[in-house]
């Protein structure tokens, strides 16, 4: 996210071409999509955030009950699993309704749609925990989380946050399985195999072409 997906400064002379639109064997670099706002109506992205959210809360809550906790009893694992699934969930589609109607207010790409759309689960973070400030401190993250994503969208910037950007067709994309290297000890590239996997005998070393057991050995 905020990263430009052409680089900053370039060379006099080009060698490396990965970020090159045009030219023989070259594609333009695809634009930002907001991914948000092509999910559809603002019941389709409530049903998004609150399935995320319920999702999210639901295995932290179960990990809290079976493992940290390590409550048995079944009106008490009820009722922390509701402690943390209900506010989390809530806050969730909080955020996405809040930003949804700061949309409305200032405009589809505004920035501040996300910072007014953030006090909604600042405000459920707040009453949850019992703590104002908290739920301030939450707030002031998401915002500034929300106004970084926009503001990457509407300037064509990576936009990820976790996933690596795949929006370049001239760099390999690390997802797609035919740019990686499958071999366990890299044995198929000539030049760069390492050979302590034959020093620990681990593997057996390389016999060398076959078609030269039927040569004649020179005297």
């Not at 949309?103 to 790409?109: C, Q």
């Given at each position: 996210m905020l990263f430009p997906k052409h680089p900053i400064v370039t060379p006099a002379r080009t060698i490396y071409k990965g970020h090159v639109e045009e030219g023989p064997g070259q594609y333009p670099i695809a634009k930002t999509v907001d991914w948000v706002e092509d999910m559809g109506t603002m019941g389709d992205k409530l049903y998004f955030a609150s399935k995320a959210g319920f999702i999210a809360s639901?295995?932290?809550?179960?990990?809290?009950?079976?493992?940290?906790?390590?409550?048995?009893?079944?009106?008490?694992?009820?009722?922390?699993?509701?402690?943390?699934?209900?506010?989390i969930t809530g806050m969730a589609a909080g955020w996405m309704g809040g930003v949804e109607m700061g949309?409305?207010?200032?405009?589809?790409?505004d920035e501040r749609a996300w910072v007014f759309g953030a006090s909604v689960p600042a405000g459920i973070f707040g009453i949850w925990r019992r703590d104002i400030y908290k739920g301030v401190r939450t707030g002031l993250f998401l915002a500034a989380l929300g106004y970084?994503?926009?503001y990457s969208c509407n300037n064509d910037l990576t936009n990820s946050l976790f996933s690596p950007d795949t929006s370049n067709p001239n760099i390999p994309n690390p997802n797609n399985p035919f740019n990686r290297d499958w071999t366990m000890w890299n044995l198929t590239t000539k030049s760069e195999n390492p050979t302590f996997h034959v020093d620990a005998g681990w593997y057996?070393?390389?016999?060398?072409?076959?078609?030269?057991?039927w040569e004649d050995k020179k005297e």
């Open positions: 639901s295995a932290f809550a179960i990990v809290d009950i079976r493992t940290i906790k390590k409550i048995t009893e079944r009106k008490a694992q009820l009722a922390r699993y509701a402690f943390f699934a209900v506010p949309k409305i207010a200032l405009g589809r790409k970084a994503y926009q057996f070393p390389d016999p060398g072409p076959s078609w030269k057991k």
